[in-house]
């Protein structure tokens, strides 16, 4: 059984970005996705990474990119434990202030389709050693934060995205994805910010000026996912914080979350964490 849920991780403001260690093991893989872009590199062990219609087998040294929507997960091979050090950033670490097309350009290997994209790139190949060495430096700058840690990081990231750029070939073609993402992105922060509230489809199109109709497919075709679904993912990745930092009730962390039905909150959470609301707090409370 495979479970599915929304990774929600909360970066700084003004400095949106971290470098994060995970372990993998060999139980069941909890596919998600995320409200952040990430680059993992593989740093022990072997098995395998899941995507929506692609798997791919790992060993330290491979790198995987992985936008702020495809589904995905990972775990190891039988009797194994691997791990992998995360980059991970909003989008907004790189658009701060941006006011060109030029700056959104950097995301552009981030903003692929599912289907079409290859995610992993080779650790044993030229150009998986040459960014493994960039990679590598950024995670160093991040633990050691030695003054002006944050602009070398910030630096140091673009040249990494710049190197992706140019590895990926994206043609003329791609740059129709980063003006989609540039007429959404106003869209897409207003969701981020008034989720809890009862926002509707018509209200956040009149944001970026589309008809509603235009808006959904527009959403949908650039984030790959839908409207509704990004919402009530934002909905209960809050609640899930909610119940573990907050003596709310349940009912009360349904409603400040944005969930106006109280058993439809209870659906949702039970079909993700195969826990009810109550059950998932008792268990974070116990560890």
Not at 43 to 57: A, L
Not at 196 to 211: D, G
Not at 258 to 275: D, M, P, Q, T
């Amino acid at each position: 059984m495979r479970n599915l849920f929304f990774w929600k991780y909360d970066l700084p403001v003004g400095f949106e970005f971290d470098c994060v260690d995970y372990i993998v093991d060999e139980s069941d893989v909890d596919v998600h996705w995320h409200n952040y872009d990430q680059i993992a590199l593989c740093t022990g062990g072997t098995g395998e990474f899941v995507f929506e219609k692609k798997t791919y087998s790992y060993a330290p040294g491979d790198i995987f990119i992985v936008n702020n929507m495809e589904k995905h997960g990972a775990f190891s091979h039988a009797g194994t434990i691997a791990s992998f050090t995360f980059l991970i950033f909003y989008p907004q670490f790189i658009l701060h202030n941006a006011d060109q097309k030029f700056d959104y350009e950097y995301l552009l290997p981030f903003l692929y389709r599912p289907g079409e994209f290859c995610n992993k790139i080779d650790g044993d190949g030229d150009f998986g050693k040459k960014l493994k060495a960039l990679l590598s430096d950024i995670i160093w700058e991040n633990r050691r934060r030695r003054p002006g840690y944050r602009h070398l990081i910030s630096a140091k990231l673009r040249v990494i995205l710049a190197e992706l750029l140019g590895y990926y070939d994206l043609d003329d073609t791609a740059h129709t994805v980063t003006d989609r993402y540039r007429k959404l992105r106003p869209a897409i922060e207003y969701m981020e910010q008034h989720f809890m509230e009862a926002v509707t489809l018509e209200e956040v199109a009149k944001v970026v000026f589309l008809s509603v109709s235009r808006f959904r497919h527009l959403f949908q075709e650039t984030m790959h996912v839908g409207f509704k679904e990004y919402l009530i993912g934002l909905r209960y990745q809050a609640a899930k914080r909610l119940l573990a930092d907050s003596d709310m009730t349940v009912s009360e962390i349904a409603a400040q979350a944005g969930f106006s039905n109280l058993y439809s909150f209870y659906k949702i959470f039970e079909f993700h964490e195969k826990a009810t609301p109550g059950d998932y707090r008792r268990r974070l409370r116990a560890l």
